[in-house]
């Protein structure tokens, strides 16, 4: 059987605007709860009391993977964040993460924008409402709930109950120009707020991990080529188990690709293979060992025509 996810578009620009996207870079490991100033350009907007969880951590609250909340392993490396998104006994109640931008966004420019979260073991409270926005002020300890509209939010329709995946929050929108701080949270009140109690005896909070946020100028469009409109691919799933067919982990274009990167990283961000021949794959092996049933990350790079572009994307061994 093959598996194959067909890219139409180039997904995204080659700079990721968000500094310290994955929260690795430590100000102080944290040794408590509402520390998320000790990531390096991340602070929590408003009084809410937003966290910090990296496995440098000595305090088992706040470590990776094990912490107060649960278990989870980063999405990528070591470290995540957390909030409340809603409180059932306090009305309105939020927390939110914020950071700074590497540059302000151009006005009239449209700009990709994604991050991930996962719904903590201990929290039985699904929300589906979450939502990002850019602003050019920086907000800090204005109440405990943030009165804006985001530029992105998810759909209700993205289900965010998930306890051992991180799922993807994704969007786009055209910048008013000057931005220079992203805010993620719930920017609804109560009311409007789209809630599921998973266990009625332990239904009071909905909060979640934060890891992998990204803003990028959304690329153009690659022009078709031959028969198909397919010019960048790669498998979402192979099965490196001798069979002769899908034993190999390749990257295919259509169009010739200058500075050509390809590299699979697992789920606690190491780097598991990396090529820049655009014929050599990965057979699912690493230092000698053979990689079980997962998921892992790639990151493919390219220029074409004289533009950089990057994808990033899933892959699943299948034994």
């Known amino acids: 059987m093959i598996f194959t996810v067909i ?32 990531a390096k350009n991340w602070y929590r907007p408003t009084a809410g009391t937003s966290d910090y969880f990296n496995s440098c951590s000595s305090n088992p609250w706040v470590s990776v993977p094990q912490n107060l909340f649960g ?23 939020r927390e939110y993460v914020a950071v700074r931008l590497s540059d302000s966004l151009k006005q009239s420019r449209t700009y990709c924008v994604e991050f991930y979260v996962s719904l903590p073991d201990s929290i039985y409270m699904n929300s589906n409402t979450i939502g990002v926005y850019f602003s050019d002020s920086f907000y800090i300890n204005i109440g405990t709930n943030l009165p804006f509209i985001p530029q992105v939010e998810n759909p209700i329709t993205n289900d965010l109950n998930n306890k051992q995946n991180w799922i993807k929050v994704s969007g786009n929108f055209t910048a008013s120009g000057g931005e220079r701080f992203l805010t993620i949270g719930n920017f609804r009140d109560d ?25 990028y100028l959304c690329s153009d469009t690659i022009p078709s080529f031959g028969p198909t409109e397919a010019t960048i691919f790669v498998p979402s799933a192979f099965s490196p188990n001798g069979d002769g067919q899908n034993d190999v982990l390749y990257a295919r274009s259509d169009v010739p690709l200058e500075n050509f990167e390809f590299a699979v990283y697992d789920r606690i961000g190491e780097l598991v293979f990396k090529t820049n021949d655009i014929a050599q794959g990965w057979d699912g ?15 493919l790079k390219g220029n074409y025509n004289g533009k950089d572009y990057l994808f990033k994307g899933d892959v699943t061994i299948i034994r």
């Open 191 to 215: 009311n409007n707020t789209d809630t599921t109690c998973l266990n009625w005896a332990w239904c009071g909070i909905s909060y979640y991990y934060i890891d992998d946020v990204s803003v």
């Open 71 to 93: 278990t989870q392993l980063a999405r990528t490396g070591n470290a995540y964040a957390g909030m409340l998104t809603y409180d059932n006994n306090s009305s309105n109640k």
């Open 7 to 38: 890219l139409f578009q180039l997904g995204k620009g080659q700079t990721n605007l968000v500094l310290n996207p994955s929260l690795e870079d430590t100000v102080v490991c944290p040794y408590g709860l509402d520390q998320l100033v000790y």
């Open 285 to 299: 092996n690493y230092g000698g060992m053979t990689m079980t049933g997962a998921v892992f990350c790639y990151y």
